[in-house]
């Protein structure tokens, strides 16, 4: 059976169980507390050299980072509207994936590690930026059902919901923001769907 190595407060472990759970794939979690510094024990470092969860072993096959997974997982299980192949499709599915690396990783993500885990990133900086995402994401979904278009959800929907549901905790109220509202109460809506302590309902 795959194993899943997770912490439960992560945004990007949840990522790996939502899409796990909306795509019914059986899996053992196995649990490792960063907080204690259990992701930089030796046995750990053996599996992920980065030191960083989610990591998710399927076999032989050992993959770290949250994108990355995201991609095996949709080809190796799930229908094409998850990562399509038609050229233009894949871009759209892939710019979304860039902005959770970017403006919600070092936006809301950052913010709410501030809050809720006392990390020392300059919260401001992190806010502005996080606005910033929300402010794309409300433009997008406000015309869109889905971010990278169409009818059906894709992992950059997955990508990015984790930090965009959990902004509340870093000092981002969602409010002003109906259309994101919206997507967060469809991505909830989805069969199989799984919530993570912080998410609230939409």
Request: aromatic residues 10%.
């Amino acid at each position: 059976m795959p194993r899943l190595y997770d912490f439960e407060l992560s945004g990007n472990c949840h990522k790996i169980r939502l899409l796990l759970a909306l795509l019914g794939v059986e899996y053992e979690r196995i649990d490792i507390d960063i907080r204690s510094g259990g992701s930089q024990s030796p046995e750990f470092l053996a599996i992920n050299p980065r030191g960083q969860v989610p990591v998710y072993a399927d076999g032989d096959a050992v993959i770290w980072d949250s994108m990355a997974i995201l991609a095996y997982l949709a080809r190796r299980y799930g229908d094409a509207h998850w990562l399509p192949t038609e050229p233009l499709a894949l871009a759209r599915v892939m710019q979304w994936l860039a902005v959770s690396e970017n403006e919600i990783l070092y936006g809301l993500a950052r913010a709410r590690a501030v809050l809720k885990m006392g990390r020392p990133f300059d919260l401001d900086a992190a806010q502005a930026m996080g606005r910033s995402a929300l402010d794309v994401l409300e433009q997008r979904l406000a015309t869109e059902h889905w971010l990278a278009g169409g009818d059906m959800p894709s992992i950059a929907d997955i990508a990015c919901f984790p930090y965009v549901a959990l902004a509340p905790q870093g000092g981002l109220p969602l409010d002003t923001y109906p259309a994101v509202r919206a997507w967060i109460g469809r991505v909830q809506a989805l069969p199989g769907y799984v919530g993570m302590p912080g998410i609230e309902a939409y």
